[in-house]
């Protein structure tokens, strides 16, 4: 019987290249942090230089890479810690990180010369990337055996939702491209490019809250029941909410707002209680201390969303509400993307790299004791002045979009992105001493 080592290594020594499943992670870290904190400074840049392709650029960067490799890499660890059989190709992961980085430099050139036609191409080809990843899952495991796992339920329409997200990016270019032809639905904006990509990582930051949380909690029945309920509640309400834009359907959103924000302070009080008994009982995990901090944002950002319904016009309209209340409309766009996915990606990988280096495997994943203490006390403690830095700098940037101030804004921005950067750089020894244990350890 191949270790599960063998398994995930199999594919890559037939072609006579071995690539550690360590080695992937570490990869995914150092690129994801490069991604995010690249696009950051390139938004703080364009606040005080006023240029358009900044403005434009980052979140395209944000999306395009950070966005798809989450979900690739990440996320396909997180399913196969759950079902083995799902087999981790890591040469195809390497290529896929490639693809991934092509699709950045390629998208970044469409903004700069203005070639929408190669927008199109960058999202065709991320569709293509994306769906070969989906094959190998469906292909793999059946709908019902995926579906008795709740969090498995979340992981798979990451993926889902992650092809329609990157179909939006296509049909958005042929729509730039041909303007006058009508045969693209006038929703198709870059702003509803923006919105259908963020939907694949918030979803999966649920998936993982239930399985490295609650789904090991002395409640963890209840838990079950209460996060399927909330998979219907969530993507379901998402589904809506965006009918009810289209539609124009002003009760509908607010209806559907409300009902999620109610979801969000049950989730956001709820962890809240797990954590007072975790910390009473282990250890303070800086990961979870960022993971509540990112629910803390979402919060914010469905109290931005519903103030962003109130003065909503008109979807696909510039500006999407009254020209006095776009701050409304970015720090509703910013407490998401800076706030709620940045901070709880930055928690989970602080979880899950670790985890995954420790062993060289996916056997931590598949333990309590991915939530253990397997960093040292420096690199906590780093972790947890990394947090403080990037709470006061991402809520600075909120109140520059209300004071106007670009000066702020760039500031912050800038300091928040030294901020995430940060994460590569208190991991690194802390990579070194896991995989030093770990070489001393299988030579005993």
């Known amino acids: 019987m191949k270790s599960e080592k063998t398994r995930i290594l199999v594919h890559s020594e037939k072609n006579g290249l071995a690539i550690e499943p360590g080695a992937i992670v570490r990869i995914f870290l150092s690129i994801s942090v490069v991604i995010i904190a690249a696009a950051t400074l390139l938004g703080a840049a364009g606040a005080v230089t006023e240029s358009g392709f900044l403005k434009t650029v ?3 960067i944000f999306f395009v890479g950070f966005g798809n490799l989450a979900i690739l890499i990440l996320n396909r660890y997180l399913i196969s810690a759950i079902y083995p059989e799902l087999e981790v190709d890591t040469e195809k992961q390497m290529r896929r990180i490639y693809g991934v980085l092509l699709s950045v430099v390629l998208i970044v050139l469409a903004v700069y010369m203005e070639i929408p036609l190669l927008k199109a191409a960058v999202g065709l080809f991320l569709i293509g990337i994306v769906s070969s990843a989906a094959k190998e899952i469906f292909t793999t495991l059946s709908i019902g055996k995926m579906w008795r796992e709740v969090s498995v339920r979340y992981y798979i329409f ?4 992650l092809i329609v997200a990157n179909l939006g990016l296509f049909t958005l270019g042929l729509k730039e491209a041909f303007p006058e032809t009508g045969l693209i639905p006038f929703f198709i904006t870059q702003s509803s490019y923006f919105l259908g990509s963020s939907f694949p990582l918030s979803i999966s930051v649920m998936g993982f809250l239930y399985t490295y949380l609650w789904r090991r909690s002395p409640v963890s029945e209840l838990a079950k029941k209460l996060f399927s309920l909330w998979f219907y509640v969530f993507v379901g309400g998402v589904l809506v909410f965006l009918v009810s834009i289209l539609m124009g359907d002003y009760l509908g959103m607010m209806v559907v707002s409300h009902t999620l924000m109610m979801g969000v302070l049950v989730l ?8 007072y008994s975790f910390f009473q009982k282990h250890f303070k995990h800086p990961a979870l201390a960022f993971l509540l901090s990112g629910l803390a944002m979402l919060l914010a950002t469905s109290a931005y969303g519903i103030m962003n319904i109130y003065y909503f016009e008109q979807f696909g309209s510039v500006p999407p509400i009254q020209g006095d209340r776009m701050w409304i409309y970015h720090s509703h766009t910013h407490a998401a993307l800076l706030g709620w996915i940045t901070f ?3 928690g989970m990988m602080y979880i899950i790299v670790p985890a995954i280096v420790k062993s ?4 931590f994943l598949r333990t309590d004791k991915a939530l253990s203490e397997l960093l ?3 690199t906590v403690s780093g ?3 990394q947090l403080s830095v990037s709470l006061v700098s991402a809520t600075a940037v909120l109140l520059a979009f209300f ?7 760039c500031v912050a921005g800038v300091v928040f992105g030294g901020g995430i950067y940060y994460s590569r750089i208190n991991l690194k020894k802390a990579f070194n001493d896991l995989s030093t244990r770990a070489t001393k350890g299988k030579r005993r």
């Open 58 to 60: 980052h979140p395209y």
């Open 383 to 385: 972790a947890f002045r």
């Open 403 to 409: 004071l106007e101030n670009n000066t702020l804004l």
């Open 376 to 378: 040292d006390a420096k």
């Open 344 to 346: 709880s990606f930055t």
């Open 268 to 275: 956001l009080f709820g962890f809240v209680r797990y954590l």
């Open 158 to 161: 990451d993926v889902i939702f």
């Open 360 to 363: 060289n495997s996916l056997a």
